[in-house]
């Protein structure tokens, strides 16, 4: 299952962003997952989704990102508020069960 991301850009701190992950064929049961990477460190966990729609975030993006998933439409989206320069980083998408990630979206915060 290929991941392609979109939705990201340039935005200023306080605004919002979508960011969409499409799989080329079905997501199946597995969990789904949004991680990111920013210049110069580590990739790091932001949300993951399972099937029965439980999901988890990290706290530095809890209250502010939200997690969705739509398997009719092998779908992953990742909604951003309050956007912060913190916040600016590559988003990959994660498909946990077949360990495959996407080549990641850009998102760049900043006034």
């Not at 991941?3 to 701190?13: A, D, F, H, T, W």
């Not at 605004?15 to 789904?32: H, K, Q, R, V």
């Not at 946990?96 to 080549?103: F, I, L, T, V």
């Amino acid at each position: 299952v290929q991941l392609v991301e979109g939705g990201g850009g340039l935005v200023q701190p306080g605004e919002s962003l979508t960011l969409t992950c499409i799989a080329s064929g079905s997501i199946g049961t597995s969990d789904m997952g949004w991680y990111r990477q920013a210049p110069g460190k580590q990739r790091e966990f932001v949300a993951r989704i399972d099937s029965n729609l439980r999901a988890d975030h990290s706290e530095s993006v809890k209250v502010r990102f939200t997690i969705a998933r739509n398997d009719a439409q092998n779908t992953i989206n990742l909604n951003m508020h309050s956007l912060k320069p913190d916040d600016r980083a590559l988003y990959y998408c994660h498909h946990a069960y077949r360990d495959n990630w996407g080549e990641g979206t850009q998102v760049t915060v900043s006034s």
